[in-house]
């Protein structure tokens, strides 16, 4: 498993929790070493003005390679109007 924070930023000291007393990093976002290679982003960014939490928002994005499948036109045609 690969923490997405830590594999772009291995320096940097960044904190998913704070309080007065307290500054610690308990908020992660794991994959897999095959998600982790497509892996572009990942940051912390403070939250109390948005939610008045103690934690901060921890964002990834990665590509995938999964794509949405589409259906054919024949498919849609025998799918319309049913529910």
């Not at 939490?53 to 319309?80: E, F, P, V, W």
Request: hydrophobic letters at 30%; a positive charge; charged letters at 30%.
């Amino acid at each position: 498993m690969v923490d997405t924070f830590r594999k772009l930023h291995p320096y940097e000291k960044k904190f998913t929790r704070s309080n007065d007393q307290v500054k610690s990093r308990i908020d992660y976002i794991w994959v897999s070493k095959s998600l982790g290679q497509g892996l572009i982003s990942c940051e912390i960014t403070d939250s109390d003005i948005i939610t008045n939490s103690d934690h901060a928002i921890l964002s990834a994005n990665m590509i995938t390679g999964i794509r949405k499948k589409s259906r054919t036109l024949a498919c849609d045609k025998r799918l319309k109007g049913k529910k």
